[in-house]
């Protein structure tokens, strides 16, 4: 099983651009997350979803928008991208309420 | 509001000391508590998981504890090793089963 895949792994953004962040993960797992971790801080929930298309926002959710139409994919766009969502940024899965698995993170630079 | 805080923000010891990494949560209504190890640039890898029934787990040098009353968690890393040098972030999941991360400790072993 290769898990939580993110893609891409690397990404500059210029002000006002959009883009999709993608995670695939292969563990049939039900639930799906998106976090964002800023240096030295812990992570933060932007989305996360309990199944295909059923979404709900977490801490931060604005400025971010996600889908969930599979089981296996849970993308997350941001559109207009401001310097305040510099960040990197982490998917994971579970089964259920339980122990989650992250993927290797995705590092966004908006300029 | 569920509240994760981890201290002290960093430590460093020399290799082979037993030592005791802290996570204190504002809530004692939670559902789990997870607790991860970060590496430089990377992603988390999942060490432990505690059900709130539970009291501690284990897993080699590794002993993690719950105590809700108080609540705090600790996580006990015996006679460490230059390789055990990394992040180490605690979760709890709280009342609406979302992850409430703390900033993390930092830690060196030093050989």
């Known amino acids: 099983n290769a898990g939580v895949t993110q893609t891409p792994k690397f990404r500059i953004l210029k002000i006002g651009q959009s883009m999709t962040l993608q995670c695939t993960q292969d563990m049939n797992h039900n639930y799906m997350y998106w976090y964002r971790q800023d240096p030295g801080m812990g992570l933060k929930l932007i989305y996360y979803s309990v199944g295909a298309g059923i979404t709900d926002k977490g801490e931060v959710p604005n400025g971010y928008n996600v889908s969930r139409s599979t089981t296996e994919d849970f993308p997350l766009r941001l559109e207009l991208a401001a310097p305040s969502q510099t960040s990197v940024y982490f998917c994971?899965?579970?089964?259920?309420?339980?122990?989650?698995?992250f993927g290797p993170g995705t590092r966004l630079t908006v300029l | 509001k569920q509240e994760v805080t981890q201290i002290p923000a960093a430590l460093s010891v020399p290799e082979g000391e037993n030592l005791v990494l802290n996570c204190s949560f504002t809530d004692s209504a939670i559902y789990n508590l997870q607790w991860f190890r970060q590496d430089p640039g990377k992603g988390l890898t999942s060490l432990l998981l505690?059900?709130?029934?539970?009291r501690e787990q284990t897993s080699g040098r590794l002993n993690a504890s719950l105590d809700k009353s108080s609540g705090r968690s600790t996580l006990y890393i015996a006679a460490s090793q230059p390789g055990d040098s990394a992040t180490y972030l605690c979760?709890?999941?709280?009342?609406?089963?979302?992850?409430?991360f703390g900033s993390g400790t930092r830690l060196l072993v030093r050989p």
């Open positions: 505690i059900q709130s029934s539970q």
């Open positions: 979760a709890g999941m709280d009342s609406s089963y979302k992850l409430i």
């Open positions: 994971a899965s579970s089964p259920g309420r339980t122990e989650q698995f």
